[in-house]
């Protein structure tokens, strides 16, 4: 079992930044591929980005490439999210999510393990 708790979502003005954060505590955390995902309002739980544990290579969805940085600290437990130029449409709750693999996936359902979630509200 793997338990998953993110912090550090909060109110921003577009153009502004947050970095989120996701501690994992249970079973190991050093075999598995981490994932961001974010849910707005009356949609689907949507890909943001993932990361591999035993390289770090990592995967975006085009609407944050270039924003938006994953990245982990194995010996801390920890994934993070740094999140730049922030749009009103990037407003949505934000999940962690740890896959069964270390393999870079983009759909919720190859995600065996969810936080609760971070709210983030970028105002216009």
């Known amino acids: 079992q793997v338990q998953l708790v993110e912090s550090g979502g909060g109110l921003v003005q577009a153009g502004g930044s947050l970095r989120l954060s996701c501690a994992a505590s249970g079973r190991t955390f050093n075999s598995y591929a981490m994932g961001w995902f974010r849910q707005a309002p009356g949609e689907e739980r949507n890909f943001v980005a993932a990361?591999?544990?035993?390289?770090?290579?990592?995967y975006y969805a085009d609407s944050v490439k270039g924003r938006f940085t994953i990245s982990r600290d194995n010996a801390k437990n920890t994934v993070y999210l740094q999140m730049n130029s922030l749009k009103p449409e990037d407003t949505a709750v934000y999940y962690c999510?740890?896959?069964?693999?270390?393999?870079?996936?983009?759909?919720?359902?190859?995600?065996?393990?969810w936080g609760q979630g971070t709210q983030v509200t970028v105002s216009s």
């Open positions: 999510g740890a896959g069964g693999a270390d393999v870079l996936v983009h759909v919720p359902y190859e995600y065996n393990y």
């Open positions: 990361i591999t544990w035993s390289d770090g290579s990592t």
